[in-house]
């Protein structure tokens, strides 16, 4: 089992900078993958970045060269840093994992309460 809890949502400004965390408990989560979805309201959830247990990463499109996902084992947790964030960049960030890494949210077994992220703009 893993429980996982996310943190560090909040507003910012267009162009602005935000770093979210991912802290898991459990002790296999080293050899879990991690993935950080979004979703706004009456719509479905989106993929944004995976990163393996390895340390694998892959980013969607929409956020390729301004978000980047990363992980500290040491500390069982996962981190994604946004910058230069844009007015549709507003969702609820959903962390999620599972044994391998996917962009489908229905491969996860495992998701956090989300955290939300509002520009302030």
């Known amino acids: 089992q893993v429980q996982l809890v996310e943190s560090g949502g909040g507003l910012v400004q267009a162009g602005g900078s935000l770093r979210l965390s991912c802290s898991a408990s459990g002790r296999t989560f080293g050899s879990y993958a991690v993935a950080w979805f979004r979703q706004a309201p009456g719509k479905e959830r989106e993929f944004v970045a995976t990163i393996g247990w390895s340390g694998s990463t892959y980013h969607a499109n929409s956020v390729k060269g301004r978000f980047t996902i990363s992980r500290d084992s040491a500390k069982k947790t996962v981190y994604l840093q946004m910058n230069s964030l844009k007015p549709d960049d507003t969702d609820v960030y959903y962390c999620?994992?599972?044994?391998?890494?996917?962009?489908?949210?229905?491969?996860?077994?495992?998701w956090g309460q989300g955290t939300q992220v509002t520009d302030s703009s």
């Open positions: 999620a994992a599972d044994s391998t890494s996917s962009s489908i949210p229905n491969d996860y077994r495992y």
